[in-house]
């Protein structure tokens, strides 16, 4: 099932595991490390306020602001540098913003082809000591009170992912209409191995992610393996049971959340966000509502898609043959990849909803972030938005947040 090949690469934990963690899984992953630039507001300190709002109104001398402000030059010139620092400014609307800047690492799993949900810090590997082909041991906790944290290797056969789009990118920042602030690839892709912890419930195991949810995906593969190899069956025995998930809410509710925060945002007066990052929380809400499809109905969302099959599929479903074909040459984790995967294994599904998650998977293919049209992408937010909630007013019914 493992290969060796794993063994030399380095396994970071994307934050810290939980207190009562003693079994992760390792996932093959490739990383990038990048740049995470973020707008605040500035609100509450008057007098850099003040010097701001002079600067803007074109008095750039410090001597003079001080005058006009009757407080010390010093200060004035601290608090034009420490503006400067941070890339304050006054907008058009009369608010001070400042920038900040962030460097970190996104991770893509290699198997699934997702990017993991949340950028993760620079932390040291970790010191793994692999036992066998497929299973390894690290410790946690202190040198005079070591916890020994079991590892299960889940292997692949994929050995390179595409680098992150920018749409992909926009899922990271709150990007603004500034082209330097939004999150930039500053390093080539690096092979690793991503440590996650693993919780037994009620209905199977759960691979758990940095946001307190569990990746479907990785988890539904884990329950697959597990049926395929005693050895993995003998693993999943070990672990404990939970008698709850650490939280409710299952990812395509973080993705919806996510998407109604941005595009109210969009709809009010400072229209600090662009179409990048409504384009992200689109997709991300696409990509989650079919990796709830499959964990629900037990469909295997990874493996090798037949491209000629899966294209007729498409064209079956009501896509042109170009975008059929372009979805089933897609790279894997994509929305038409995983859309085009679903219609392949579920032709009896109920085609209302199948009708309308390709519409909106296709609308959002072909919204270019330079050309979309305000109102066309304000009209497929909202559509996503009524599917999902569609399946999880039926997934809730089915206890779906147990599973998850």
């Given at each position: 099932?493992?290969?060796?090949?794993w063994h030399d690469r380095p396994a970071y934990t994307l934050a810290a595991l939980?207190?009562?963690?003693?079994?992760?899984?390792?996932?093959?992953?490739?990383?990038?490390?990048?740049?995470?630039?973020?707008?605040?507001?500035?609100?509450?300190?008057?007098?850099?306020?003040?010097?701001?709002?002079?600067?803007?109104?074109?008095?750039?001398?410090?001597?003079?602001?001080?005058?006009?402000?009757?407080?010390?030059?010093?200060?004035?010139?601290?608090?034009?540098?420490?503006a400067a620092a941070t890339r304050m400014q006054v907008t058009h609307d009369g608010?001070?913003?400042?920038?900040?800047?962030?460097?970190?690492?996104?991770?893509?799993?290699?198997?699934?082809?997702?990017?993991?949900?949340?950028?993760?810090?620079?932390?040291?590997?970790?010191?793994?000591?692999?036992?066998?082909?497929?299973?390894?041991?690290?410790?946690?906790?202190?040198?005079?009170?070591?916890?020994?944290?079991?590892?299960?290797?889940?292997?692949?056969?994929?050995?390179?992912?595409?680098?992150?789009?920018?749409?992909?990118?926009?899922?990271?920042?709150?990007?603004?209409?500034?082209?330097?602030?939004?999150?930039?690839?500053?390093?080539?892709?690096?092979?690793?191995?991503?440590?996650?912890?693993?919780?037994?419930?009620?209905?199977?195991?759960?691979v758990w992610t940095t946001r307190g949810v569990p990746h479907l995906t990785l988890?539904?593969?884990?329950?697959?393996?597990?049926?395929?190899?005693?050895?993995?069956?003998?693993?999943?025995?070990?672990?404990?049971?939970?008698?709850?998930?650490?939280?409710?809410?299952?990812?395509?509710?973080?993705?919806?959340?996510?998407?109604?925060?941005?595009?109210?945002?969009?709809?009010?007066?400072?229209?600090?966000?662009?179409?990048?990052?409504?384009?992200?929380?689109?997709?991300?809400?696409?990509?989650?509502?079919?990796?709830?499809?499959?964990?629900?109905?037990?469909?295997?969302?990874?493996?090798?898609?037949?491209?000629?099959?899966?294209?007729?599929?498409?064209?079956?479903?009501?896509?042109?043959?170009?975008?059929?074909?372009?979805?089933?040459?897609?790279?894997?984790?994509?929305?038409?990849?995983?859309?085009?995967?679903?219609?392949?294994?579920?032709?009896?599904?109920?085609?209302?909803?199948?009708?309308?998650?390709?519409?909106?998977?296709?609308?959002?293919?072909?919204?270019?972030?330079?050309?979309?049209?305000?109102?066309?992408?304000?009209?497929?937010?909202?559509?996503?938005?009524?599917?999902?909630?569609?399946?999880?007013?039926?997934?809730?019914?089915?206890?779906?947040?147990?599973?998850?």
């Amino acid at each position: 099932m493992a290969s060796a090949v794993w063994h030399d690469r380095p396994a970071y934990t994307l934050a810290a595991l939980p207190p009562r963690s003693r079994h992760v899984v390792l996932t093959p992953a490739i990383r990038w490390r990048v740049i995470v630039e973020e707008v605040i507001e500035i609100t509450h300190d008057v007098m850099l306020d003040a010097v701001l709002r002079i600067r803007a109104a074109g008095e750039t001398s410090p001597t003079s602001i001080a005058d006009l402000l009757q407080i010390p030059e010093d200060l004035v010139r601290h608090l034009l540098f420490q503006a400067a620092a941070t890339r304050m400014q006054v907008t058009h609307d009369g608010r001070v913003e400042a920038g900040t800047s962030t460097v970190s690492w996104i991770y893509r799993d290699l198997e699934t082809g997702e990017l993991w949900p949340h950028p993760a810090k620079e932390v040291p590997p970790i010191a793994l000591r692999f036992t066998s082909r497929n299973r390894a041991r690290f410790d946690r906790g202190t040198a005079g009170r070591p916890i020994p944290v079991e590892c299960l290797l889940m292997d692949t056969e994929h050995a390179m992912a595409a680098d992150p789009t920018s749409v992909e990118l926009a899922r990271f920042s709150r990007a603004s209409a500034d082209p330097n602030r939004r999150t930039a690839l500053v390093s080539a892709g690096e092979p690793c191995m991503i440590a996650s912890p693993v919780v037994a419930l009620t209905s199977g195991h759960a691979v758990w992610t940095t946001r307190g949810v569990p990746h479907l995906t990785l988890s539904q593969r884990l329950t697959e393996l597990g049926r395929q190899h005693e050895s993995v069956r003998r693993w999943l025995a070990t672990v404990p049971k939970s008698a709850a998930a650490p939280q409710s809410d299952l990812p395509l509710r973080q993705a919806m959340a996510e998407l109604r925060e941005v595009s109210a945002e969009r709809k009010s007066s400072h229209q600090t966000v662009d179409d990048l990052t409504v384009l992200s929380r689109i997709e991300l809400c696409l990509s989650r509502f079919v990796d709830q499809v499959c964990y629900a109905a037990g469909i295997s969302s990874t493996g090798v898609l037949e491209a000629a099959a899966a294209a007729s599929a498409g064209e079956r479903a009501g896509l042109s043959r170009d975008l059929a074909r372009t979805w089933a040459r897609s790279d894997p984790g994509t929305a038409g990849h995983k859309v085009l995967r679903l219609l392949a294994v579920t032709p009896d599904s109920d085609q209302s909803v199948l009708s309308e998650l390709v519409a909106c998977a296709a609308d959002f293919t072909a919204s270019a972030p330079e050309s979309v049209l305000a109102p066309a992408l304000e009209s497929l937010a909202n559509r996503t938005l009524d599917l999902c909630d569609r399946l999880v007013t039926t997934s809730e019914g089915a206890d779906v947040q147990q599973a998850g």
